[in-house]
């Protein structure tokens, strides 16, 4: 059975209406500050989708405070969280 998707905006928590938006899980606005935030902490949409998808708690707990601080526009911290859930994925680039 597929995951239900979720109709409400991850980052504002506002409802969705847009099918589009619904499948991303955000709103257009809100979608394009947070590919902002994520440029400009050296991530991408997609990067954050693949330490998303890894089964492990910590990883998924990292990626949770990326988005939390994103959402927060705490985009130190954000660069932060993000370069724990790297390491914990194994994806550390250094
Ligand atoms: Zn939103």
């Known amino acids: 059975m597929e995951k239900a998707l979720s109709t409400t905006c991850q980052i504002c928590s506002r409802p969705l209406s847009d099918p589009k938006s619904i499948k991303n899980g955000k709103g257009d606005v809100c979608a394009k500050k947070f590919s ?52 914990a994925g194994g994806l550390s680039r250094s």
Do not use: M
Request: aromatic share 4%; charged share 25%; proline share 2%.
């Open 36 to 87: 902002g935030i994520l440029g400009t902490i050296g991530t991408s949409v997609e990067e954050i989708n693949t330490l998303a998808k890894i089964d492990d708690p910590v990883v998924n707990r990292w990626v949770h405070l990326v988005a939390r601080a994103i959402k927060a526009r705490q985009v130190r911290d954000a660069a932060r969280f993000l370069a724990a859930a790297r390491h």
